[in-house]
Every structure is written in structure tokens, then in C-alpha cells.
């Protein structure tokens, strides 16, 4: 083992990332010396301290380490490999901290005060965008608004002569996006009808439109069409009334306001837009959020471009800017899947910001342009049982050299994926296992008795379903859930950041979620080193 060939290794390595399937089992010694590869490879890592000209923000909404794996080895399967030895495209990145999701008054947190979090450095309280905590929850005076609100990484890159763009799944006045240019203490208020009568904070749509910094926002593409267009007009695609009550046709704005803007709102537009002839650029394509990928070239009624055709156009358009850019691109409904319970989508849609993620990759500099993929918070999704290795993501649980599912103490098979709660819930189950306590609904105490643990028997009257597998790997199934709710929650657990290119090497360990802000502003130069002290010496004379 002492003396690895180089060759080897590499065919090994290319075994591990492609799967089983196309190439023979890895023999001990192989999993040996692509164990070893790793190492050789990090020893020749080397960290780019060099400022970044861009910066590339992916977020997967949603998209906790759970889901990361799950899609990692349903991507796999789909290759035709065992699934486990996959990597999706960002999990090659060389650099990797854990961030803590919670915001000031959550601890499991909503996609507002965690993006504002990342883009401004500061956490804040619940569904508030980018303003501090001492703003109240929907406070409705603009004053009040004005005077606390946190400046964000694609404001600074506008007034530093950067380009600026977003791009979403989800409608562009979701939380995610809006976080980016919008401030208000209700993420709710996307449109001016989604306040109440007298707020005077401007709706989070207009915003966008009005975002006065250098000429506005060069690049914003996604879905949330009703927020933009008059209740006196009707949708172009669906013919639905729009939900202004202030008279604007903010998509006409947009194109009167900026210089050589195009608003596009289906694909064959869309794929239309010259990048050279075109600076601003507004996409809104659908009224709500645009399709879940799995659903999007089959369901959309005038076509609508994919996120990664989405961000390969931003880029092209922002990349004309010699001083650089800040692109944020959200995977917005990876968090919508997990609401509804729904895995398939949520894993097709990771794959999907993958897919996002490695275009990006293929036409940057990783010289000159840091790229982070990131998630704003988690999902109570679970991939449990002892499922034997390359056993279909999606399917019923066999343990290692079984042909049959494994059973419940029920006698029922099990899916692999499930969530802790949602709306997946099967059924109130009167048969709590045999030895556990019960709880006592009229007084909240636990009556006496030995522990939950090992139960020895259930009742199946009332208990689970009956699954095959045709039912639990089709994409509509909605893995069980513990608890029933109307939608499955968001989770506490931390997430994953991974990075790449300048100052990337900054992300490790465990960091606060906002932090990630601090590092973009590090690496575009925007950081005041003055107003925190730099214990370290030499990192003095570097500067
Ligand atoms: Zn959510």
C-alpha cells in the first residue's frame, strides 16, 4: 500500500465520483488509495488570499445535510451508480464550515432574518428584512425603518460600481431574494395590498424596482408576477387579475427606468435577450413561484427557463462589468417540497441548484470569482432504517442482503425517507407501543411507567399504511410524518457552507450564520478593518 501508482488512484477516484455501475467493484486497496488521493490532493490545495472581483451566492432554501445526501444518492441512482459515491457538484468544493441557523428570537429560524443574516452580517429577528431587532415585527413607519436598516453585500457591490443580479425559484419578493434590496419588518408585505392601510414602508416589490443605487439592480429574474402588475390588468399567461391597488405596472417601470432594460416574461423571451444589447434585465415567469423543475417543461403553460439557464444568462449579462459582480441565485422551492411533505421534489429541485451551481463553475475564473452554496436553514427530514447500499432512495427500507423490505413492529414495510412532522401523517395510531408512558392530555404530565424505549408490541389496527414500492417511489408520495401538520417545519440543526475561490479558505468550522456576510465583504475588499481588532501580527503587515 506503501507505493501507490498515480494512474490507479485517478481510475479509482473516477470510480468513486461516477458510480458502480459503469465500472467494477472497488477492490480494498482501491478504496484504500482513493482514501489516500484525497489526502494528496488537499496537501496540494492552495488557498487563493488574492481579493475576489465576484461573488457568487447560491442558496438552497431548505437545503439541509439531509436533503444534501439524499439528492447526492438519488443523482446517482439516476446515473445508473449505487447512488452513495456521488458527489453533487458544489460537494467538490475544497472549503467547508457549518453555520448556526437561529435568529434573535428563533431557534429554529424562517428564510427572513437568516438571509438577512448572510447578506448584511447582522441576525435580526423573525420575518424582518435586512432592518436590525430593534425595528418591531411589521412596524409600518418608514422612518423607522430607514433609520435602522442593515446595508446589504449587493447594495455595497452596486455602490462600489459592481453589477448586481438575483435570481430565484420562488417569486423575487420571496424572503430570500427580497433580503438582498429590500427592508421592511414584514416579509409578507410583497406587494403594496399585502400591507396594512397606513403603513407607509414601501411594499418589497416596488423596491426591487425602485432600488436607486448606480442606475438599479442589473439583473432579477424569478417568479411573483401579481406583485408587479395592476389589479386593472390581467396576467399575460394565466389571465389572472394582478394585485397592485397603487395603479403602477412595475414591469413597465422597469423598462422605462433603467437604460437598455428588457422585461421577458416567458421563455421564448427570454431565450430571445441578447446578453451584449441588454443591462437590465427583469424575468418574471410565472405569477406566483415559477415550477417545481420536475413539473416545469411539462406544466408551464408559455414555457419558462430553468434556474440554471436563469443563471447562465445573469452571468452573461453581468460578467460585461470589468469591475466585477455579486450574483445571489436561490434553489427557492427545495423549502417548498419539504413543506408539503414531498421529497421527490425537493430532491429534484437540489439537483436542479446543483445543475445551477456547476454552469456557474464552467464559466467563471475560480481565480478571480468566490463562490458559496449555502442554506438558510434545515428541514425535520430524515433518512433512517438500514437500508442495504445503492437501495433506491425513494423506495421501501431492505437491509443488507435482504429481497424483501424490512418490517415494522407492525409488520409494515418503511420508506427510507421520512419526515418528523407535516403533512404526511397517516392516521392517528390509538396503539402506542406496549411499556411506554402515557401522556395525559387533561393535566400535560406523563403517567407513571417504565420508559419508551424498546417497545415489545404494537396494535396495527390503527396504525401505519401498507406501502409498496410503486406507491413510495412515485413523485407524488408524501413520506410519513410523526406529527401531523398542515405544513412540514423548517429544522434547527446547522447547515453547510461550501466555497470556492478567493477567500473561500475563511469558511471553517462552526460560524454563525452571518458571517458568511463577512467573508464576501472580506473578499470583495469592502471590510472596515478598523472596527474590529486583528489580534494577529503578521495579518497587520499583510494588509
Ligand atoms: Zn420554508
New binding site residues.
Partial sequence: MKFLKKLSVVAVSSILTTGFAQAAEPTPEDWFNAGRQTVVDALHLHPVKKHAKNVILFIG??MGISTITASRIYDGQQKGGHGEENSLSFERFPYLALSKTYSVDQQTP??APTMTAMVTGVKTIGDSLSVNQLVAHSEPNAGVVNTNKLTTILEQAKSEGLSVGIVSTARITHATPAATYAHTANRDWEGDSDRPAGATVPDIASQLVDFNINGGIDVALGGGRTRFIPNTITDPEYGVAGKRKDGRNLTTDWTSKHSNAQYVWNKAQFDAIDPKSTDHLLGLFEPSHVHYEADRVAHDKSGEPSLTEMTAKALEILKKNKNGYFLMVEGGRI??AH?SGNAFRALTDTQQLAAAVQAAVNTTDPEETLIIVTADHSHVFTIGGYPQRGNPILGLTKGVGANTPDLDMLGLPYTTLNYANGTGYTGASNAQPAGSKSFNAANGAWASGSEGHNPTSYTAATGRPLLNAAKVEGSDYLQEAIIPLTAET?AAEDVAIFAKGPKAYLFHGIVEQNVIYHVMAEALGFAKHNEVEDHDDEAHHNK
Fill in positions: 432554501d431548505g424562517d428564510s423549502d417548498h413543506h423548517h
